[in-house]
């Protein structure tokens, strides 16, 4: 600063040239208006004006810059940074360093060289220490292993019984309660789909689920009877029962998604069949109620109307006859005798 504020640049390009010799730099020292005052490595009457490089351009507007080109003054690729000297507000000059780009791949080069070795003896040392301890933790992750793959096979009586006092411990006790709670959830789950078949198959009247597709997902031994076949799993209600008024409802309930009921007849009977739709698992609900012999009873109603109307048709023909008749006979001899009446 005291060289500039001077305006001593003899002395400033001395001070440049063995500080850049001793960092082994080039540094120039530009004023801002462009004209070198000061280079490390060149006269710096001989340089050309600086105003129109990028980095003391980027340096003037900003405060600093920098720029990677090749340099006719060197003759080499360079990369040049430049910052701003003030005092106060004003800026009185700009620094340049300058490193050859050769010098930095060398750089990088070592590093990457160093980082290079470093990270190989890091994985060396990290596959020992791995090694190492992989085999204090293969013992008990084989056997938590085997016991998941057994407890998924459906066996939930197997228990894990680690001695060591550490995290595998804890993981294994929890592992044990995890297996003797799901046990308990089957059970009661079991237990549970046992009484409800059990409850299904005590129901005289036939039932029957099926899916979104017309699938059975669910039967009983009164649906079995009903259309006399036991291999309904996995088989379409058009293979079972072929009634047209049968798909009309099954398709009514699915397409309304509400409930319906109405008569079908399978084989010699018929039935009252109530279908429902089950929203939450988009399955269709159907009940089958026997009414062959309420039917019989309608049919014997029917005919014993039609008979008695058919055997009382005949004598009331008559007596209506007779009625008439004798209504005639009695108007004839009204007017034969009317006279004979009216004297009594």
């Known amino acids: 600063m005291p060289y500039l504020e001077n305006e001593d640049f003899y002395g400033l390009d001395s001070l440049v040239k063995v500080t850049g010799n001793s960092i082994n730099k080039r540094i120039t020292v530009v004023a801002p208006d462009g004209v070198v005052i000061a280079d490390s490595k060149n006269d710096p009457d001989s340089l050309e004006n600086h105003s129109n490089r990028p980095e003391i351009i980027s340096a003037l507007r900003i405060g600093s810059g920098s720029n990677q080109r090749y340099s006719s003054t060197m003759n080499k690729k360079m990369l040049y940074h430049a910052s701003t000297l003030k005092k106060g507000s004003r800026t009185i000059a700009v620094v340049r360093i300058s490193v050859l780009l050769e010098d930095i791949n060398s750089i990088v080069d070592l590093l990457l060289s160093k980082i290079l070795n470093v990270t ?50 804890e993981l294994s006790d929890s592992f044990n309660y995890m297996t003797g709670h799901i046990k308990s959830l089957f059970d009661q789950l079991s237990m549970q789909k046992e009484e409800l078949g059990l409850i299904i198959n005590s129901v005289q009247e036939g039932f029957l689920v099926l899916d979104m597709n017309g699938k059975v997902i669910l039967y009983n031994k009164g649906f079995e009877a009903i259309i006399n076949n036991n291999q309904l799993e996995g088989k379409y209600y058009k293979e079972l029962v072929t009634n047209k008024e049968f798909t009309k409802l099954i398709k009514k309930t699915i397409k309304k998604k509400k409930s319906s009921s109405d008569e079908i007849g399978i084989g010699d009977s018929f039935y009252l069949c109530s279908s429902n739709y089950l929203e939450v698992k988009n399955e269709v609900v159907m009940v089958f109620y026997n009414i062959t012999e309420l039917k019989k009873l309608e049919k014997i109603k029917k005919d014993f109307v039609s008979n008695v109307s058919h055997e009382l048709r005949t004598p009331l023909t008559a007596i209506k006859g007779f009625i008439e008749t004798m209504q005639d006979e009695i108007q004839a001899f009204e007017k034969d005798h009317q006279g004979t009446l009216s004297e009594i």
């Open 120 to 169: 190989v003896l890091v994985i060396f040392v990290s596959f020992i220490l791995i090694f190492l301890f992989s085999r204090t933790l293969t013992k008990p992750l084989i056997l938590l292993t085997n016991a998941s793959r057994s407890v998924a096979e459906g066996n939930f009586n197997i228990k894990v019984d680690l001695k060591n006092r550490d995290e595998f411990k």
